[in-house]
């Protein structure tokens, strides 16, 4: 199944000459991704059957904030980093991710909008899996997809607790700020 996608670059590895050595480069790249954690190399080769991979450019975006969800992306080769913009219109970086991580993986989920933009910081070659082809694979394959969306579903839950920990050290820090400052304010109140 051939798909093309919204710019147009992608290309299914299915059509190039060298498949073989890109399916294996891919399926390398796969074993060591928590995603894909327990999967037989043949599992893994019809992942690397259905994805489709680019090269971005230093500086060029890779999805954008509030743009739909499409599918997930692994870094073969590159850097990229995750940004947001915040309240008064700034940008942060949350995260700087490198070869062999993953982003975007709760866009093979659903196709709510993108909560952060990922923009290439050096060339990056970045495969792709899109969930037209993920849902056909879940069809042919259940088994297969069990497993993968069991581990999606841990390393959400792990993102969650963690999110989870760190809302509470901040809502502590707040609440301590906040005493402080009434403290200081009765104080200051005390001596006029």
């Given at each position: 199944m051939?798909t ?13 000459t ?9 399926v390398?790249v ?12 043949r599992?893994l080769?019809n992942?690397?059957r259905?994805?489709?991979?680019r ?9 954008i904030?509030?743009q739909?969800?499409?599918g997930?992306?692994?870094?073969l ?5 995750v ?6 219109g700034?940008t942060i970086?949350?995260k ?6 993953f ?5 093979l989920?659903?196709?709510a909008?993108?909560?952060a933009?990922?923009t290439?910081?050096?060339?990056s070659?970045i ?6 082809e993920?849902l056909t694979?879940i069809?042919?394959d ?8 069991f581990?999606l579903?841990?390393v959400?839950?792990?993102?969650l607790?963690f ?7 901040a ?22």
């Amino acid at each position: 199944m051939e798909t093309e996608y919204y710019d147009g670059i992608w290309d299914s590895i299915v059509g190039q000459t060298d498949r073989k050595q890109v399916e294996r480069d891919i399926v390398d790249v796969l074993k060591r991704i928590q995603i894909f954690d327990g999967l037989s190399n043949r599992e893994l080769r019809n992942f690397a059957r259905i994805s489709y991979q680019r090269i971005y450019a230093e500086n060029e975006t890779i999805v954008i904030e509030g743009q739909d969800s499409a599918g997930m992306y692994v870094i073969l080769d590159g850097t990229v980093k995750v940004t947001r913009k915040v309240e008064d219109g700034t940008t942060i970086t949350l995260k700087t991710l490198e070869n062999g991580t993953f982003f975007g993986d709760v866009g093979l989920l659903d196709n709510a909008p993108r909560t952060a933009t990922v923009t290439a910081i050096r060339s990056s070659r970045i495969i792709g899996f899109f969930r037209p082809e993920l849902l056909t694979l879940i069809e042919s394959d259940p088994k297969l997809a069990s497993k993968v969306i069991f581990v999606l579903a841990k390393v959400l839950a792990s993102r969650l607790r963690f999110t989870n920990q760190e809302l509470q050290k901040a809502q502590f820090e707040n609440d301590r700020l906040r005493n402080l400052t009434q403290k200081t304010d009765k104080q200051s109140g005390d001596q006029n």
